[in-house]
């Protein structure tokens, strides 16, 4: 089948596969920048879009269950006003060269922030040395999406003095299990393919509990850049105060054009779980394809970790289904040369400034 395709169905498995080396690499190099605990309230943002962004919202869930760490991902070039010589910014831009990073990246060096830098060039890059600001350097020549390794290993690394105990050990022991996984949701007829096949052609809605919100983003982005379909996502329990009324509502005729998707670990509280059940009795009974994709893990990093590599497997077998190459994204590529004229004179005056 992947042979209508061309070679980028073949790259993006193999990029695929790379995750879990990428994962502790990217770990490791942000230990070496790590931000040391400090008593009283520190204010976390990161800045970053896309691909290199992502990374930030699927820390962010592990982080509010298990440090003191309140971080917020802007996805935007304006940071809060309330960005101070307390705060400490992540700059994540895979190219070093997204415009609405390097805004954010002024405009918290003009707030005396202290900021670390995740990137494998560009601007952002240039900026970085000539200010002394730490960076973790990427390596070059990846779609940015498949960094995500890098990105959320360092993350992980930088904050790691912010756990009760180092994810160190953690982090080892599910990068072992890691490739047997990948290797096994790469496989045709195994997990990732048959969420696929039950997905088919609907529009896909990808539900996760709050803090698994950035992983179902995650899945989201992947089916759009890779499969080159829209989807959606929504977090649990929030959607059972609005969205839950839309499903109730559908026709059976329309039923037919979605499926939803339910990430669910087993440590989840119970009510959400419950809450799921509800929603899955709702949906079949009017018509809506379910398809539950369950993550046996043993704590909320590896379920994390787990959902990684089946939604890029996922969204590579429904590339393949539909017979389209995952790896371009000219589109984005056209928005950004659109952009070029403007963003070329915003760096003009920004270097002229005092």
């Given at each position: 089948m992947s042979s209508s395709i061309g070679p980028g169905l073949a790259t993006m498995r193999?990029?695929?596969?790379?995750?879990?080396?990428?994962?502790?690499d990217g770990f490791h190099q942000g230990r070496e920048l790590a931000l040391p605990a400090e008593a009283g309230t520190v204010d976390v943002y990161s800045a970053g879009m896309g691909g290199s962004g992502i990374a930030a919202e699927l820390a962010r869930g592990i982080l509010d269950a298990e440090t003191r760490i309140s971080l917020t991902a802007l996805r935007g070039p304006a940071p809060p006003a309330s960005l101070s010589s307390r705060s400490r910014v992540f700059l994540l831009s895979y190219s070093g060269n997204t415009w609405e990073t390097l805004r954010a990246y002024e405009a918290a060096g003009r707030a005396k922030a202290y900021r670390i830098v995740f990137t494998s060039g560009g601007s952002l890059a240039e900026a970085a040395e000539r200010d002394h600001v730490p960076m973790l350097p990427l390596p070059s020549g990846l779609p940015?999406?498949?960094?995500?390794?890098?990105?959320?290993?360092?993350?992980?690394?930088?904050?790691?003095p912010w756990f009760p105990e180092s994810n160190e050990e953690r982090l080892t022991r599910i990068t072992k299990r890691l490739p047997s996984l990948v290797a096994t949701n790469a496989r045709a007829g195994g997990p990732a393919d048959r969420l696929a096949e039950q997905i088919g052609p609907?529009?896909?809605?990808?539900?996760?509990?709050?803090?698994f919100l950035g992983l179902a983003r995650r899945w989201k982005t992947q089916i759009e850049e890779n499969a080159k379909r829209l989807a959606a996502f929504d977090e649990v329990p929030e959607l059972f105060h609005n969205a839950l009324v839309g499903w109730d509502a559908i026709s059976r005729s329309d039923a037919k054009r979605y499926a939803v998707v339910l990430l669910e670990w087993g440590g989840s509280n119970p009510l959400v779980r419950q809450s799921l059940r509800y929603l899955e009795r709702l949906l079949v009974e009017r018509g809506?394809?379910?398809v539950r994709a369950p993550l046996p893990a043993e704590d909320r990093l590896e379920a994390l970790v787990q959902?990684?590599?089946?939604?890029?497997?996922?969204?590579l077998f429904l590339a393949e289904r539909a017979r389209?190459?995952?790896?371009?994204?000219?589109?984005?590529?056209?928005?950004?040369?659109?952009?070029?004229?403007?963003?070329?004179?915003?760096k003009r005056a920004a270097r002229s400034q005092p």
């Open positions: 193999a990029l695929a596969a790379s995750f879990p080396a990428a994962l502790e940015p999406r498949s960094a995500v390794g890098y990105l959320f290993g360092g993350l992980l690394g930088v904050l790691d609907r529009f896909p809605f990808v539900y996760a509990e709050s803090s809506v394809r379910v959902g990684i590599s089946l939604g890029d497997q996922l969204s389209v190459d995952p790896l371009p994204y000219d589109a984005i590529s056209r928005y950004r040369a659109s952009l070029e004229p403007s963003t070329r004179s915003s």
